[in-house]
């Protein structure tokens, strides 16, 4: 089956970092799409951040200047810097893969992770 494992989730103060990383297998890397969602408790899940085979990067706006998308094709992984976290950022983050977009950002992923929690208090 289709593997994206997320690593580098945890809790973390008003104003602190995380780093998020998502090795994708070759079948999630054949998508157009990697990126990341997340769901907070009561709340449906949201795009966050995505990246294109050719590196183009989209953040939601409420991240915007905070967070960062990238990606090392030598490791397969892709990364999120979590910079400046604020209490409304605490959600389960999930790494995904799609070939659909909409805004610039994956759609509609076919493929997702495991999810790791952030938590910031």
């Known amino acids: 089956h289709v593997q994206l494992v997320e690593s580098g989730g945890g809790s973390v103060q008003d104003g602190g970092t995380l780093r998020l990383s998502c090795e994708a297998d070759?079948?999630?890397?054949?998508?157009?799409?990697l990126g990341w969602f997340r769901r907070a408790p009561d709340s449906e899940r949201e795009p966050v951040a995505s990246?294109?085979?050719?590196?183009?990067?989209q953040l939601t706006t409420s991240v915007q200047g905070r967070f960062t998308i990238s990606k090392d094709n030598a490791k397969n992984t892709i990364y999120l810097q979590l910079n400046n976290l604020k209490p409304e950022d605490t959600a389960k983050y999930y790494c995904?893969?799609?070939?659909?977009?909409?805004?610039?950002?994956?759609?509609?992923?076919?493929?997702w992770g495991q999810g790791t929690q952030v938590t910031v208090s």
């Open positions: 995904v893969a799609s070939d659909r977009w909409f805004n610039r950002m994956c759609y509609e992923p076919q493929y």
């Open positions: 070759a079948v999630a890397r054949t998508r157009g799409c």
């Open positions: 990246i294109s085979r050719a590196g183009a990067a």
